[in-house]
C-alpha cells in the first residue's frame, strides 16, 4: 500500500545554507499493519509524512502510495490518503458538522452516501453534542475529534498519522489512539508518527527509528530488542541515537548541529 | 520590513512617476472666433494660436487651436489644404451657432424678468426651452469639437476706436500719475496668513472698483470705461452635466479605492490568515489542485472587491444626492442638483468594476499568499494603494482622457474609460470602440496576476516560510557564501532595480552636466554620457553582481563561443529585422502612442545629427549599448530568470525588463520585442556573441540609415525599396512594401530556425548526459 524508495529532500535555509530534512529513507506498509516512525523533534518525521501527502515534493527517491507515485498523481493519492498533524487545523468560522460535510463534498461523495456517513462517523467518534458546535468554541480535545472525522470521512485505504496525540491530556490522547487501533480493525494501511515509546509499543506492527534525515533501524518491536540486545525500547532509542551521533563527529560529516 | 519599504517605495514611484510624464501630452484644444475681422488692435489672434505674449507659460499657447472667419489670414493658414477645410467646416457649424446663442442669452434674460415678477408659470416654460436650447448648443459644439466659442459684435474694432479718439480729444495728458501705493503683508507659506490674505484681497478689490466707479462719475465717464470689451459669459451646461462632471471625477476614484481595499482585507484573510491559523495545510491535503483552490479563493476576493466597491458607490451616491438637497442654500448648492447617472452609464460603473475588482483581487491574493502572517500581509497594502492611487490621481486630472494607448494600460484603461462614460452620459457610442481594448486587456491583466499568485501558491518555500526575523546581514552573507554557478532569479532582479536606481539618481548628473553648455558642444556631450552612462550604470551593476554572487562567471555571462550558423542568422536577422521593426513602431507611433517630449528629443537628436562624426555616434548609439546591455540583460539577468529552468518565461521577462529601462513608450514597446529575439539568440547559441553581434548592427543600421545621402536611396536599383521624406528640415528614410515583405519572410523563416533548434538542443542534452562531450556549440561548464 505504502512504498518509499531512497526518499531525500533538502531546504535552503538563511542561516545554514543547504539543509538535508530526509537523507535516502526507505520503508514500506502493509493493509491492516500500523508503522510507526519514531524519532526526536526535528527528525524529519513531519517533512517524510508532508512528502507522503503531496504537499512537499521530494528532492529524490519515490514514493507510491495506493498504487499511485506521489510526484506524477498527486490527487489520486490525496484521494486515497486521509492526513492527519498538529498543522491541520479546523475552520474557526464553521462548526464540526458543516467542516466534515464540507471535506465530503470536497471528494466528490455523493449526498446520500455522504450524509449517511456523516451519521456513522458523529456517532463511532460520539460528536454528537458538538455536532452544530463552532470551532473557535471548541476545546483542543473536540477539535481533534474533528480532524480525525475530517481524515476519515472519504474512508480512505491508507491513513497518515503525524503526532496526533502532541499536546493532548492523558483522556483524549487515549481516545485518538483508541480511534486508530479501531482503523487498524477495518483493514486500513496506517503510518503513524511520534517521539513516545509507549504509544508505539502498545500500537504498532513495525517501527522504525529516524534521526536527523535518517532511518537509523526498523522492524517490529521484537526484532528491534533483540537485534540490539536491549529489552527497553526507551534505552534502545537512546542507544540507537547516542550511536549514529558518535559515528557523525567520528566521521566529521559537517552537518550543523541539532534542528 | 515596515522600514525597509519606504526606501524602496519612493524611488520606485518617482520612476513610475517619470515614466508618466513621458506619456501623457495634453490634446490642444479648439476655439473658434466669429467676427475676428473686428477685434480691435493689438492682435489676439497670431495665425491658428492665440498670441504668445498673453501666456504666463510660452508652452501653453500650443494648448489652444484658434480657427477664426477673418478674410485677412487666409493667406497665411493656407500651407496645409486639409486641415483649412476642416477648419472651414467648423466655422460653418460656428456660424449656424450664432443665433441660437442670442436665442439664448435673450431667454435668459426674460427668464430673469420673470423670476422678478414672480411669475412661476412663464418661468418654468422659458427653462425648459433654455435647457433644451443648450442641449442643442452643447451637442453642436462636441459634434464639431468646438470646446470654446467667441462671438464678437459687429462693429467693436470700430466702437473702440471711436471711444479712443473722443478721449484723446478731450482728455489731458495724465499718463505721468503714479500715486503712492498700498501696500498688503502677507505670509504664502502660512495657511492663517493665507486664508486671511484671499478675504482681504476681495474686500480690497471691491472697494478699489467703488473708487473707480466714483473716480469715473466725477469725469463724466462710462462705467464700463476700464472693460473695454467686458465680455458676456454664457455657460451652456445643463444641470445634468454639471452632475456628470461631479460623477465622472468621483466614481471611479471612489471605484478603484475601494476595489482595492474590497480586495485587500479578504485575500489577506483566505492566503496569510489560513497559515496563521493552521487550516493551510489541511487545506492542502484536500483532492481539490492548487490552481483549483487559488481560483477558488480569487472568485471569493472577486466576489468582497466587487461589493464593496459598488456597495460603496451606492451609498456614496444616495447620501451625496441627499446631503446637496438638504443643504439648500450654502455653498455646496453652487454644484447644482447633482441627479445621480443614468441607467446605462452606471451599468457601465458595473461592467468596469469587473476587471479592475479582478485585477486587484489577483495580485492582492499573490501578496497575501507570499505573507507569513496577517500582519506582515497588510504591509503589503500600503504600496499596492501607493501606486493605485498615483495612477487614479493621474488619471482624474483635467486633461487626461482615454487615447488607444491608455486604454490598453492597466487600472488607467478602464478608470479613463468609465471616467469619459460618465462624462459622455447617453452620447457615448463613439466610447463603445474603446470598451473592447479596455476589456480585453484588463482580462489579459488579471490573468497575468492570477497567474502569478498560483505560482506562488505552488512553490513550497513560501507555502511553509517560517516567521524568521528578516535579517539584512545574514542575507547578504547566504549570498556570498551559498553561491551557485549562475545567478538567481532575486538577484536578477536586484540587479534590474539596481540599474533603473542608478538611471534615476543619473539623470540629475546628465541635466547638471549639459546645463552650461553651448549649442554646438552639446552633441558630443551628450554622446560621452551615453557611453559613460552605459559603462557605468547598466554593464558595471551587472559584472560586479556577476563576480561577486556566483562561482561561474563564465556560465552566467555566457562567455562561450557560438557555433557559426548562429553567428550568421545574427548578422542576417538584424538588417532584416530593422525595417520592420522600424515601420512598426512609426506606424504606432502615429497612431497609438503619444508624441515624445522635447527632452527626449534633444538626447537622440545627436543620432540624427549629420555632422558628427560617423565613429562617435557609432561608439555611442551602437557598440557601447551592444556590449553593456548585452552584459546585464542577456548575462547576469536572463540567466539569473533561467535558472529555475523555465527558459520561455526568462526570455520574455528579461525582454519586458530590458523594454521597461527604455524609458520612452516607442522604444520601451520596441525594445521589448528585440529582447524576445535577443534572448532566443542567447539561449539558443549559448552564447553572449550573437546577441552582442545582432545588438551593434541593428543599432548602427539605425544610426546610418538618416546619414547616407538620400540621393542613394532615389537612383534606380533602390528606388522601390525605399522612400525618403522630409521631415522639418532633415530627411527620413522610409522603407517600402516589397522590401517589408522580403524582410518578413527571411525573418520568420530564421526566427522559426531558431525556435525548432531548442527541441534538437534539448534531445543531445539528454544523450549528453552519457556523453557530455557531444553536447554541441555549448562548452562543458
Known sequence: ?259 | MVAVLPLLLYPALGLGMLQMTLLFQEQTRTVVILGADDLPAPPLVDGDRFHAAYFEFPGDVDKLHVVTDATSTEDATDIDLGQDESDSEVVNVADQLRDQVHDLVRLQREADESREAGDAVELEVLEGRITALKGEVSEAMSIAAIEVLILVPEGLKQHIAEINEQLAESGQDLSDIDPPRLQIVRNSANEKSLMAYRRVREAVENWEDRLLQDRLASAHLPESFPDPVNPDQIDIARDQQIAANVWSKLFPAMLIVMAVTGAFYPAVDLGAGEKERGTMETLLISPATRTEIVIGKFLTVLLFSMGTALLNLASMGFTGKYMLSIAGAGQMSKLGDVALPPFTSMLWVVLLAIPLAALFSSLSLGLAMFARSSKEGQYYLTPLLMVTMGITVFCLSPGVEITPFYSVMPIMGPALLLKAMLLAGAEASSLYWYSIPVLLTSIGYCALGLWWAIEQFQREDILFRESEQFDLNLWIKHLLRDKEATPSFTEAGICFGMIMLLQLVAMRFMGGATAGLMEDQMPVRMMQLLMVQQLAIIATPALMMGVMLTTSFRQTFRMYWPSLKFLGVAAVLAPVLHPLTVELSQFLGQHFFPQLPESAQRAIAPMLDSNQPWWLVLLAFSIAPGICEELAFRGFILSGFSQRGRTGLAIVMSSVLFGAMHMFPQQVFNAALLGLVLGLLAVRSNSLLPGILFHIMYNGIEVMRNRIDPGFWTTAPMDWLVTVEAVGESTQVRYDWPLLAICGFIATGLITWLLRQSAKIREDRVKGKMSPSRLPGASPA
Open chain 1, 1 to 259: 500500500m505504502i512504498e518509499v524508495n531512497d526518499l531525500s529532500k533538502s531546504f535552503e535555509d538563511l542561516k545554514r545554507g543547504s539543509v538535508t530534512a530526509l537523507e535516502r529513507v526507505s520503508f514500506d506498509v502493509q493493509p491492516g499493519e500500523i508503522f510507526g516512525l519514531l524519532g526526536p523533534n526535528g527528525a524529519g518525521k513531519t517533512t517524510c509524512l508532508r512528502i507522503m501527502s503531496t504537499v512537499l515534493k521530494p528532492t529524490s527517491g519515490r514514493a507510491v502510495i495506493a498504487g499511485y507515485d506521489v510526484v506524477d498523481h498527486p490527487e489520486e493519492v490525496r484521494a486515497n490518503i486521509g492526513f492527519m498533524s498538529g498543522n491541520t487545523g479546523i475552520y474557526d468560522r464553521m462548526t464540526a458538522w458543516e467542516m466534515v460535510e464540507y471535506y465530503g463534498r470536497l471528494y466528490g461523495i455523493d449526498e446520500p452516501t455522504l450524509q449517511s456517513r456523516l451519521d456513522d462517523i458523529f456517532a463511532v467518534l460520539q460528536m454528537e453534542e458538538i455536532r452544530d458546535l463552532l470551532g473557535s468554541k471548541m476545546s483542543t480535545g473536540m477539535k481533534q475529534k474533528v480532524s480525525i472525522a475530517r481524515t476519515i470521512v472519504h474512508d480512505p485505504p491508507v491513513l497518515i498519522f503525524d503526532e496526533p496525540t502532541s499536546g493532548l491530556d492523558v483522556l483524549v490522547a487515549r481516545a485518538v489512539l483508541q480511534a486508530i487501533e479501531y482503523l487498524k480493525g477495518q483493514g486500513k494501511c496506517i503510518i503513524f508518527s511520534t517521539h513516545i515509546m509507549r504509544e508505539v509499543e502498545k500500537l504498532c506492527d513495525r517501527v522504525a527509528v529516524i534521526h536527523k534525515g535518517r532511518i537509523l533501524d526498523s522492524g517490529t518491536v521484537e526484532e528491534l530488542e533483540a537485534r540490539h540486545n536491549q529489552p527497553d525500547m526507551e534505552e534502545l532509542f537512546f542507544e540507537l541515537i547516542h550511536r549514529h551521533d558518535h559515528e557523525l563527529v567520528a566521521g566529521g560529516v559537517g552537518i550543523a548541529e541539532g534542528v
